[in-house]
């Protein structure tokens, strides 16, 4: 296992661990250099765990929720399906 170096405070990290002390808030080292490379390794950690995630068969993005629904094995996110729910009016 891989560890990671906080560049604000120098914290041990593991490798998907986000530093206590960047929590809510963008924190800038004073270097520059070391401010992008860290945006950039944490982006790249962030697009290898999207490419993980399933993508719904109407619109295309991955599911980043917790569940989605099978209809005849394709997944739907939420968002799709509230697109797709229509009223039913009985008179």
């Known amino acids: 296992m891989t ?4 560049p604000g ?4 990290l593991d490798p998907q ?15 520059p250099i070391n401010d992008f490379l860290a945006h950039d390794d944490e ?8 490419a993980k995630l399933p993508r719904c068969a109407d619109c295309g993005e991955h599911i980043q929720q917790e ?9 739907y996110c939420d968002s799709c399906l509230d697109a797709m729910r229509e009223s039913i009016d009985v008179e």
């Open 17 to 31: 661990e986000i530093c206590d002390c960047r929590k809510g808030k963008p924190m800038y080292s004073g270097n």
């Open 9 to 12: 405070c120098g914290a041990n």
């Open 3 to 6: 560890f990671r170096t906080c």
């Open 67 to 75: 569940s989605a629904v099978n209809i005849g094995g394709d997944l």
């Open 43 to 50: 982006q790249e950690e962030q697009e290898e765990q999207l």
